[in-house]
């Protein structure tokens, strides 16, 4: 599994439930979710690292927005999690 930091699988977790979010939607729901301001300084150098992983597809929307979308080796990753958490999970 692809090492991520903790904001970057946060970020593609919420890509992966917003289908094909723009930069500001991804701020907008991590935002929510921290219940605190996230920066583009922040979150642009974390989506630019998934993109290189091969997890994010980035296309632009309109020549200054960019869409952010999960790769299939990106919804692998997603799968691969949650079934190890699953399994830790069940230990109990």
Sequence with gaps: MKELTAFQRDCLIVINGLGEPSGREIIDELGQYYESDVFGGRLYPSL????EAGLVKKTSQDGRTNAYHVTPSGK???????????????AD
């Design 48 to 51: 630019d690292g998934l993109v």
């Design 76 to 90: 692998q990753w997603l799968e691969d999690r949650q079934s190890w958490k699953s399994t830790l999970f069940a």
